[in-house]
C-alpha cells in the first residue's frame, strides 16, 4: 500500500469521525436513541423492511420504545445539520463547477387519514401506469452531482412541501439556501465557475433564474416540446426598416414555435457527439429567447412592467434508442447567453446526470426504508428524513474506506466504484473502528403496557388530503359533502363544487430517458 493511498484512507476516516460527531451534537433531544437508530440504520444486514426490525441491531443498544420515542419526542437542530452536510466534500464536475439537482420525491400515504399536512403527490406507474394523484407527504430534495456514470449523488437538503405550497417559491428559497451555506463553508469562492442548478420539466426555470439573479448560479431547465419562446426585443432601427409605416415598436420579438422549424431559423451552435447506446446526439442552440410573461398565475401581483429573462434554448436529439421507441428531442432552456459549443455539451450533458439523483430516491426507499414507517406525525416524517439523509452521506465519505464483500454470484468491482448498498455491507466493520459517541443506555424495566381489554377513549382526529384551488385558496369541503348529500345536477351534469371536490389541477411530466454520453 503506497503512502499517497494511506493517506486517502486516513483522511476519509478522518471525514467520517468529524461527521458523525457533528451529527451527534446536532441531536438536541433524545440524541442518543436518534444516534443509535442511524447506526442500526447502516448497520443492518439488507433492505429495511419494517422500522421495528432496526431495534434488533447490536448497534441499537436500546429498546423499541427507544425508538419511537426518538422519533417522536426527539430533537434535531436541522440547521447545525445542513451546515454540516455542506462542508464535507462535495464532488464537482470535469471543469471543478459544483452542479445541484432538484427534485421532488413523495412518500405516499393514501390510507393514513390521522396523519396531518398530505398533499397530493404525483405518481407514475401505478395501477394501470397513468399519471396519478396519490396523498403523502412530498419532498424537494436537492443534491449535488458527480461526473460520469454512477449511482451517488451529495444529498445537501429536504423540505417537506406543504399542501398548496408554491413549488417555485419553495425550491427558489431551497436552492439560495444552500447556495449560501455553501458560499459560508469555502465551497465556491470568488473566481470559481458558477454554480449549476439543474431542474426538470415540472419547475419555471425562467422565473426561478430571475428570482436568483443575485447568486452566483445558472439555472438549466427542461422545457414542454409545444412551448412558444420570443426572440430579442428589435431594436429601434430594425424595427423601423421592418415597418416604415411606423407605429408602436413591439416589446418581444417574433416567436419560437417548438413545433414549428420555420420559425427556428439560424442557430448559434451546433454539435455532434457520438453515445455508446443513442448512437450520434445531436444538440443546436438559439441565443437570446425568452418566454412572453403575462400578469396571472406567479407574476399576478409583480410590481412594475414584466421582466424580459433571456436565455439559450438547447435541442437535443438523438439518432436511436435502445428500446426502438420515438426518439422525441428533449428541449432545454439555459439561464446564459452567448452560448459556445462547449457551453451546450457542458449543459445537455450536465441534464443527463441529473438522472443520477433518482438513483438516490430508490436507495433511501427500497433499501434504506424511508417511506417504510407507519408514522403519524409529519415532524416525526421529518426527524426519520434527515437520519436517512445523514446516513448515506455517512456512506458516501466512507467510499474509500469500504470492501468490497460481494455475493458469489456478483462481478468484482473496484474499489472506488462500489454503489451505496455495497458500500453499506461493510460498513459494521468501519463502525467498530469509529466508535460512537452515544452514552451507554441507562438499565430499566419493562412498562406494565396497556391493561388487557381496555379501549381508545380518545378518537384519532383525521385530516383531509390538502386540495388548492386554482386561485390559490385552500378548498374546503361543502356543506353537502359533510352531511354525506349530493350535489345538484343541472342538465345532466353535477355542479362545480362537486368537480373542485374530485379534481386536482396539478401537472408534471414524465422524465425522458437518459442518454449516456
Known sequence: MSLVHQGVLRDAFAEVSRFRSELYASLTARGDALFELCDALLCTEGPVRTLVDLALAPEHRRGHGALYGGLNQGRIDIARLRRGLAGVPLPRAADGRIVLAVDVSPWLRPDANTCADRAFCHTFGRGEGKHQMVPGWPYSVVAALESGRTSWTAVLDAVRLEPGADVAAVTTGQIREVVE??????????????????????????????????????????????????????????????????????????EFVFGDPTTWGTEQAVTATDTRLYGKATAQAWDRLHPRLTRRAAWLDHDGPLPIIEGTVIRLVVEKLPSGG????????????????ADVDRCWQSFLRRFDIEHTFRLFKQTLGWTKPRLRSPEAADRWTWLVIAAYAQLRLARPLATDLRRPWEKPTEPNKLTPARVRRGFRNLHAKAGSPARAPKPSRPGPGRPPGSKNHRRAPRHDVGRVLATGEAYSRPAHHKLGTKPRRTGGHETASHWLADGVENRQFGHPRPLDP
Open 181 to 254: 451555506r455553501l458560499v459560508a463553508a469555502g465551497q465556491w469562492r470568488p473566481g470559481d465557475p458558477e454554480v449549476l442548478v439543474v431542474l426538470d420539466a415540472g419547475y419555471d426555470a425562467p422565473r426561478i433564474a430571475h428570482l436568483l439573479g443575485d447568486l452566483p448560479i445558472e439555472i438549466l431547465g427542461r422545457l414542454r416540446s409545444d412551448r412558444v419562446m420570443r426572440r430579442p426585443t428589435p431594436s429601434l432601427k430594425e424595427y423601423a426598416l421592418a415597418y416604415p409605416q411606423g407605429g408602436r415598436p413591439p416589446k418581444h420579438g417574433r
Open 326 to 341: 420515438v426518439n422525441k428531442p428533449v428541449w432545454l432552456w439555459w439561464s446564459g447567453t452567448g452560448a459556445t459549443i
